[in-house]
């Protein structure tokens, strides 16, 4: 009885603070978005800037941001609180959500939903109407996606021991699954737009990853090597028709040149003075394609940049003899390319994970490390920085060469457009978001940064929400900047917080992000 | 110094050091050997430069101008100022630790050893290329770092902490793991900066006995700054005394320890113990410099030592005697042995040292302004408006002004009273005062108000004869002079 009513008294307080709280919100929510919602200015017919206002749309946001909060204050936070208070009786935490979630129960309900609607699903949305088929396609998806995660999460423990090797597989076998599911020509869209995007971002992450995460040097002009690598292959394959696999490594190079020409008057600046120098490096290479106009082609940019071919053996051009499709007497179909490409860049991200990985335990990797921890230190045991730093420039700009050259083979068409300070700091803030140092991490941040924003296009039902108006892409800045304050809030070190000793007597324990630094430039 | 002179050069020889910040000299024309093998301890109070030195030897500083000649085991030659720091460890094989510890938190203590290791791997790695592509001996050598390090993390009493990151140990380990990794360098002289700092006494014997074992096992000769004097006593062969970035002492433990000037600057020592000192070596010019300036009130208290800093810190070093380490300013510079004259009467100088600190070398060069000054004194026995420096010495006093009333041309019999034995009155004070004609204590007793002002015109006190009540010390002191032999006020050891 007396706990029944301490139990009342203790949720009537609660709502009041909900209550409270809620008011807060919407008032906050009020004055940020009266701005930016409330008014907005339009043209009209006659050509004149009028303001429109739309108060119906403010009160939703608001009332939307009053009712979240109330809902967090009452209900999130007491449970949240009772997630970690031990039952009296048994002495055991309560089971957690997610055991809760992904019971057997759900995933019967899960399969049979799936099943049902893979099977039937057509049917009641030819039936329902294209409004409320677009609902019955998300349940769908929601279902299929809720059984993979029921997998995922009951083999955590294996999918974590094996994290490398199934990765590895999944990215070896993802076209194959891909053109089963969708076709050749259904497949272009998931091997281009979704694999060899994101592909090429690792790459570029895992190179910056050696200048940022491993020798600590904040690198914001980390677009020049790739736009390096890019023009490079670009103009010489224009020019002289070399091979790509003459100009991968020549771009590389290249690349690697212009690395140590950068660090040589940089290696004396740390932090935020060696953050500005790099991104103004940045921003000369760009200047200089748009004006050098008699290379480079200046704005323009160079097109017909040829396709790369199977060491010579096999072609992609239709038009030679020695296309694939007359080689193997298949069907023509654009998706080869593609689909080799997809291996080639798997094969370049995985000689930079190698590369990086072998490196680490090498004497130069422990040197890149100790650097970022002590540079003082690291001198006063006779490793010389000046080298130290300008290796890992180097490297790190070779594989964004690599990663351009590619670029510039897939493309058939490059211009500066391409190398804006915009994809510095999204390399940067992939690596951020992963984990400095952390090559798991950072290709997870990749998938989910780039991926997230492809996926974007993907999401036609939002404009059953939002009206027919509503273009998902133009929201994926907004996308990438809630999921850096989410992940940053959520986990402040990146996916992969932690460091894996390059060596070890007893048992190679992990080093916690509180104990290595960011770096000092 | 008295080093035996061996054919062997020493492994380090700092010649004519000097190295200056702008207008600031932190180090001063600053010689010194450190000798093969031997444990060499360099010391000084706060601000001495000794860290400034330590700089200069590994390459973190270039120095103004001097030479520091680096002979190794083979009779190979570096010019340390020349070389670039890390060449420094790399070539000449000179290995050196932090005052702040400077570990590589984030890695592994194992790792922190292997990168000490950089230079040897690196060429066993082809320069990483053949490392990378897996051909060459780094595979082996790569396995016998890991030995070396595994020897090391046993030293250092690390092995089972060998996979954790260094960040995570405690201070003494992070200690210890620092001196490891310098020593995973292979060097020839170890440069250790304040290695006891922060330990206590238990982890302090550790050091100890690790820095004894890389002395007899590895021959690497160590050179340290240390503040902990039972490290710095019970280890080292020879030290080096900085005082002001100024060489005051340099030889073995017990010479320094018994040099005067070192413990002007550094070691102070109990008052008994300072008085036997002084009188041994007798260094009137000390005394009667150190004996003026701003009076107890205003001073540090009588007991504590003549270095009263603000921090004090008592340890109890090898032999068990007490040695009280000042950290506040050293009191060197004043004092010049050569001049050295006996005197019985020097005593009890120690409390007064800290308070002498401002004016004994303007007032030396300028005796002809004093005795104009002892003049204005006089005139305004207030003297509070008597700028500092004027104050009288009693060289320049002569006893030529007519001020205190009952003077004697000399001490009745030839024998003054001893004048110390009134509180408040110093060596430098007695002398003053002999100087003016006061010899007995019952001159004192007899003094009228006149005399006092005179008096205090003279000794450039205000109000402090009333205050200590010099003259009813006085009387009873004269009552007990006339009754019986006087007997002298605290006694020896």
């Known amino acids: ?521 | 110094m008295s080093a035996t002179i061996t054919t062997e050069m020493p492994i380090l020889r700092v010649e004519h050091l000097s190295m200056k910040f702008g207008g600031l000299v932190a180090i001063g024309d600053l010689s010194f050997d450190v000798r093969r093998g031997e444990i060499t301890a360099l010391i000084g109070p706060n601000g001495a430069g000794k860290t400034t030195v330590f700089n200069c030897i590994t390459g973190f500083y270039k120095p103004t101008e001097g030479m520091i000649r680096f002979t190794g085991r083979e009779g190979n030659e570096f010019l340390l100022e020349r070389l670039p720091d890390f060449q420094i460890t790399a070539k000449a094989k000179v290995a050196r630790t932090f005052q702040n510890i400077r570990l590589f938190s984030g890695m592994t203590v194992l790792e922190n050893l292997l990168v000490a290791q950089h230079n040897k791997l690196m060429k066993a790695s082809g320069y990483t290329i053949l490392g990378l592509l897996g051909i060459g001996g780094y595979p082996k050598a790569a396995a016998e770092s890991i030995e070396k390090a595994k020897h090391w993390l046993e030293k250092a009493d690390l092995t089972d902490r060998a996979d954790d990151p260094a960040g995570d140990l405690p201070y003494g380990a992070q200690r210890r793991l620092e001196i490891a990794r310098a020593m995973c360098t292979d060097p020839e002289l170890l440069c250790l900066d304040e290695p006891a700092a922060g330990l206590n006494p238990k982890e302090s014997l550790a050091l100890n006995a690790l820095l004894n074992d890389i002395k007899a096992n590895t021959g690497t000769s160590i050179l340290l700054i240390e503040h902990d004097m039972s490290v710095v006593m019970e280890i080292s062969d020879h030290i080096v005394v900085l005082e002001y970035g100024r060489k005051i002492s340099d030889g073995t433990p017990e010479e320094v320890r018994t040099d005067p000037r070192v413990i002007a600057a550094y070691l102070g020592v109990d008052d008994e113990e300072v008085e036997e000192v002084l009188i041994e070596v007798g260094d009137e010019d000390v005394i009667e410099q150190l004996d003026t300036g701003p009076d107890a009130d205003h001073g540090p208290e009588a007991s504590s030592s003549m270095l009263a800093g603000p921090v004090n810190d008592t340890v109890v070093h090898g032999n068990g005697e007490r040695v009280t380490v000042e950290k506040g300013a050293g009191k060197a510079a004043q004092v010049k042995p050569q001049q050295a004259v006996s005197s019985p009467a020097a005593r009890k100088p120690a409390a007064k040292a800290a308070k002498a600190k401002a004016e004994p070398a303007p007032k030396a060069a300028t005796p002809a302004k004093q005795a104009g000054a002892a003049k204005a004194a006089k005139a305004s026995p207030a003297s509070k408006a008597a700028p500092a420096s004027e104050k009288p010495i009693p060289a320049a006093g002569k006893g030529k002004e007519a001020g205190i009333s009952n003077r004697l041309p000399a001490a009745r019999g030839g024998k003054a009273d001893d004048l110390q034995l009134i509180k408040g009155i110093g060596p430098v004070n007695e002398k003053k005062l002999n100087a003016h004609g006061i010899y007995h204590f019952d001159q004192i007793a007899a003094w009228k108000k006149a005399d006092i002002a005179a008096a205090e015109a003279y000794l450039a006190f205000d109000g402090r004869i009333a205050r200590e009540d010099w003259i009813s010390q006085a009387k009873v002191l004269a009552r007990k002079a006339a009754s019986a032999p006087a007997t002298r006020r605290g006694g020896r050891k």
């Open chain 1, 1 to 521: 009885m007396a706990m029944a009513e301490t139990k009342n008294s203790a949720g009537s307080a609660n709502i009041a603070a909900g209550l409270r709280e809620a008011v807060y919100a919407a008032v906050i929510a009020f004055f940020m978005f009266v701005l930016f919602i409330g008014v907005k200015t339009e043209q009209n017919i006659h050509n004149e800037l009028v303001l429109v206002t739309r108060w119906g749309l403010l009160a939703t946001v608001v009332v939307l941001a009053a009712v979240v909060r109330f809902l967090q204050v009452v209900y999130l936070m007491p449970f949240l609180a009772s997630q970690k208070t031990v039952d009296a009786k048994t002495g055991l935490l309560p089971t957690s959500v997610a055991l809760r979630v992904f019971s057997k129960r759900n995933l019967i309900i899960g399969v049979v939903v799936a099943g049902a609607l893979l099977l039937f699903g057509n049917a009641i949305q030819e039936a329902v109407g294209p409004y409320w088929g677009a609902y019955v396609g998300l349940l769908r998806a929601a279902a299929i996606i809720f059984v993979i995660a029921w997998g995922i999460f009951s083999f955590r423990n294996f999918i974590s021991t094996y994290s490398y090797s199934l990765g590895f597989i999944l990215l070896v076998l993802y076209p194959v699954v891909m053109v089963s599911l969708f076709g050749f020509q259904g497949s272009l869209k998931w091997v281009d737009n979704f694999g060899i995007q994101i592909l090429i971002y690792v790459m570029l992450a895992w190179g910056l990853n050696i200048v940022v995460g491993l020798a600590g040097l904040l690198d914001l002009g980390y677009v020049a090597f790739y736009a390096v690598g890019a023009y490079s292959y670009a103009l010489l394959g224009t020019q002289f028709g070399w091979s790509f696999w003459i100009l991968l490594p020549a771009a590389g190079a290249m690349a690697a040149m212009w690395g140590i020409i950068l660090g040589f008057p940089v290696l004396r600046l740390r932090g935020d003075y060696l953050a500005i120098v790099t991104l103004a490096f940045g921003e000369i290479i760009r200047l200089v394609l748009i004006n050098w106009r008699e290379v480079t082609n200046g704005a323009a940019g160079i097109s017909g940049i040829p396709k790369v071919s199977f060491f010579g053996l096999i072609s992609f051009n239709v038009s030679d003899p020695n296309y694939i499709s007359k080689v193997f007497g298949i069907a023509q179909s654009g998706s080869y390319y593609k689909i080799f490409l997809y291996y080639l860049i798997l094969a370049l991200c995985m000689l930079t994970g190698y590369v990086t990985i072998r490196l680490r335990r090498l004497p130069v990797g422990r040197a890149w490390e100790a650097l970022r921890e002590d540079e003082i230190a690291c001198r006063s045991l006779g490793i010389n920085t000046t080298t130290t730093k300008l290796t890992a420039f180097a490297i790190g700009a070779m594989f964004g060469g690599f990663a351009g050259s590619f670029f510039a083979a897939r493309q058939g068409f490059v211009s500066p457009e391409s190398f804006i300070f915009l994809e510095s700091a999204i390399i940067l803030a992939i690596v951020v978001l992963g984990g400095m140092g952390s090559l798991g991490g950072i290709a997870v941040a990749a998938a989910v940064m780039v991926g997230g924003t492809e996926i974007l296009r993907e999401m036609q039902f939002l404009k059953q929400i939002f009206g027919p108006d509503f273009t998902p892409e133009l929201y994926r800045m907004l996308l990438f900047g809630a999921a850096m304050v989410i992940v940053m809030v959520w986990k402040p070190r990146g996916f992969v917080g932690s460091r894996e000793p390059t060596a070890f007597l007893k048992e190679s324990k992990a080093v916690s992000g509180s104990f290595t630094k960011e770096g000092h430039g």
